[in-house]
């Protein structure tokens, strides 16, 4: 499976971005997609996963009421709203077959990672 990321970019405090990450190759096994982030000297730490279905969704705490996922079929979107400094970092898509989790050990595959900065 083949995870690719997109839309990062540099915001402002408050502003808006839109993350997608779409799966190819081997992607029948995999049912639920997450996104993760890694600021700098941070761990990488659970953001938000959806089931391909989208009826099922998790979200940390700390974007809960900010950032909103959604899936289809092979494909993931983060709309991350009022965003604050601290959510620069680097975002990451994940894929698993083993059911939504907020643990980053549980996913199988990942993408490259797109780098979100938010300005104060």
């Known amino acids: 499976v083949q995870l690719q990321a997109s839309g990062g970019g540099l915001v402002q405090a408050g502003g808006s971005l839109r993350l997608s990450c779409a799966a190819s190759?081997?992607?029948?096994?995999?049912?639920?997609m997450g996104w993760f982030r890694q600021a700098p000297g941070k761990e990488r730490e659970f953001v938000a996963a959806v089931n391909w279905s989208g009826r099922a969704t998790a979200y940390a705490d700390a974007v809960k009421g900010r950032f909103s996922i959604s899936g289809d079929k092979n494909t993931a979107t983060l709309q991350m709203n009022s965003l604050k400094p601290e959510d620069t970092a680097v975002y990451y898509c994940?894929?698993?077959?083993?059911?939504?989790?907020?643990?980053?050990?549980?996913?199988?595959?990942w993408g490259q990672g797109t780098l979100v900065t938010v300005s104060s």
């Open positions: 994940a894929a698993t077959s083993r059911g939504l989790s907020v643990d980053r050990g549980m996913y199988d595959y």
């Open positions: 190759g081997r992607t029948f096994g995999t049912s639920v």
